[in-house]
């Protein structure tokens, strides 16, 4: 049996949270007590003004008074009327009885860990595995089995090591004690939400009782203070009992990682790790062509093969090498695209962070001599038959405008060919272009001294390319500092580059690295010119040259113009989020009034943008046929007395179109310059 000891940090993050459950508890029982008084006391008040002075005047009142203790009771022990369903439909339940393999994998891991075996083990297409139990009231208090879910996204994208360690991890959360804390809570939250938010039905009544009677209209009031009281203590509770619980479920996370690390090594840990954004992108990535294809009735029975398809496709485009049929993603592939220097502890997360995850394996070092890499899949009887069937649910709500028609494979991997092959800057450039725009250039000054003597190794070499990447880390880390220093991030120390600050020192910093940023930004706009240079000399050689300046021109155009279009998509966003907050009707009218006002500006300047030069490579037929339709009829979002939910939606549509093709003009023209300079070598 694999014994894996509890850290003290665990131990401690144990003890704080339930402490923070008890003092909940004891918070809870308090209030509770003050709120039965409050109704007793009520009573006793109304019986004995009823008994002083009897007539109508104070019967009311008196019913009145016992009303107003009644709902402050009720509000405080509601959610015990509240039943809550956890849906699972999304899942599938499969039988153990008919996969040997996985049944004999999970035997194992039971015996070695020391656990319970499983109630129930479901599938679903997801990239994740998970263990989940009915987390209703008795469960503080009753042995609850619990049950196992595999995505088979995750084993369609694992070997049979891996797999078997992802759900030793599992089987460690099944392990832990402190799992029974999630249960608690988990009902801490339900009441507090319930307390909080969950007030519709409450409410009604509470409305209807009071429309019985003035006197009872007036009294209600003081049980609305006292509940506005309650709210305001257990939204300070929620913090308390959240961050604890949130510190215990990183150390959980930890201790589980360990116990797989034990039972397969750290290494499988390490690679599945590491695939698990590739391999949930690349799902992500199937599931969108076929969204995308719904209007086309292009379906599909199985969705697995075009996942792994599409995450070798992936990988090969990477340069990320293909192992055992998957792709083995190492450590520095992500730490070339984080450049950032700045960590900050996030107490709200319930999970380390991935390189966190992978530093304690490494720092584990289990080394075990026995790997299975053959695909997990061979885990099940008849794999195909599994992911045919949570194929066809998850497409079973989707109505097709036609029969729908299923695909060769081979249509959708020209598909994804053509996506990348559209969307990609050519090899050449070594990733400079991916996330830096060309700067823009003087280019009268550059052409009166057009030659360099830099060569192309030279201008896109990983040194060049770094400069970009560490200008991006650099941005976002000033970004996030910023704020620290102007306290809209309120936090008490945060780490840079290794070393420790108090957030009193964020400007400092700020001071430092702005200077940092700009010596980096210089180096890049030198480049740029340099660049430039190089690719005009060779474009005077084959009387290019013209063109080269036209496409630079074209594209620094509509840079200058795609912040102020891009503030009109924002500002009609801003400008219409009224229609999503509670207001009186005089008062949406007034505001649909001015939307409606600045609707029209927008509407000159998307006619501008259909008739513009620049923008016409990325207006589709599609978009040019929403758009004058929509410039030819003024929508009405707003009769007076409710809104028109199908002209919100074209609007939107509208909007979503409208950044599309500015985004898409912005990469076209940008890739225009690019491909030309290629052109001309």
Known sequence: MSTVKISPRFKSQTY??????????????????????????????????????????????????????????????????????????????????????????????????????????YVSTEVNASVFYDSGFWSMFLPVKKNLHIGMGLVNATTVTELKGILAHEFGHFSQKSMKVGSYVYN???????????????????????????????????????????????????????????????????????????????????????????????????????????ENSITTSNIFPQHTLAMNFMANNNKITIEHNLPKVESDFYERFNQSKLVIKNQWESHPATDERVSAF?????????????????????????????????????????????????????????????????????????????????????????????????LFNNTTVELVYSKNGLTNDLETLKKIASKEF??????????????????????????????????????DQEIFRLFYSKALLKSEHTKLLECYKAFFKVVAQHEKKFEFYIDMHEKFSFSYEQNQLDEISKRMKNYYAFEKRFKAELAATLDDELYQKALTPEFITQFEAYLDKDLSYFDGTQYDNEAIITKNNILFAYYSVLQRSYFLNHKAILDFQISLL
């Open 16 to 121: 704080k949270a339930i402490f923070s459950i008890a003092l909940f508890i004891i918070v809870y029982l308090l209030l509770l007590v003050l709120a039965i008084g409050i109704f007793v006391g009520s009573g006793y008040i109304a019986l004995a003004m009823i008994k002083a002075a009897p007539s109508f005047l104070t019967l009311m009142l008196g019913i009145g008074i016992v009303g107003v203790g009644f709902f402050i009771l009720f509000f405080m022990v509601k959610f015990l009327f509240t039943k809550h369903k956890t849906d699972y439909s999304h899942l599938t339940e499969i039988s153990l009885d008919n996969e040997t393999e996985l049944h004999q994998m999970i035997q194992e891991l039971v015996e070695e860990i020391g656990t319970d075996f499983p109630k129930r083990v």
């Open 188 to 294: 801490v939250n339900k009441i507090i939400y319930n307390l909080l938010y969950d007030n519709d039905a409450y409410g009604n009544a509470v409305a209807s009782w009071a429309n019985k009677s003035g006197y009872f209209a007036i009294l209600i009031h003081v049980a609305f203070a006292f509940n506005r009281m309650i709210q305001y203590i257990l939204q300070f509770m929620y913090k308390i009992v959240n961050l604890s619980y949130m510190g215990l479920s990183r150390e959980m996370e930890f201790h589980a990682d360990e116990v797989a690390a034990n039972i397969v090594g750290s290494d499988p840990m390490i690679h599945s790790m590491l695939r698990m954004d590739l391999a949930s992108n690349s799902l992500e990535n199937v599931l969108d062509y076929y969204n995308r294809n719904i």
């Open 362 to 458: 490494k720092k584990l070092a289990v080394s075990l001599q026995q790997t299975d890499n053959r695909p997990a899949t061979v885990l099940f009887q008849n794999v195909a038959q599994i992911q045919e069937c949570i194929t066809q649910k998850m497409f079973a709500e989707i109505v097709y405008p036609g029969p729908p028609t299923e695909e060769d494979i081979s249509h959708f991997e020209a598909s994804i060919t053509k996506d990348y092959e559209d969307n990609k800057f050519p090899e050449l450039y070594n990733g400079y272009y991916d996330y830096h725009s060309v700067t823009n250039l003087d280019l009268d000054i550059l052409i009166q001294n057009p030659e360099t003597d830099l060569t192309l190794e030279a």
């Open 490 to 527: 309120k936090i008490k120390t945060f780490d840079y580059d290794g070393n420790k600050y108090k957030a009193a020192d964020a400007q400092l910093l700020v001071d430092n690295l702005e200077r940092e940023l700009a010596g980096i930004t210089e180096k890049i706009k030198i480049n």
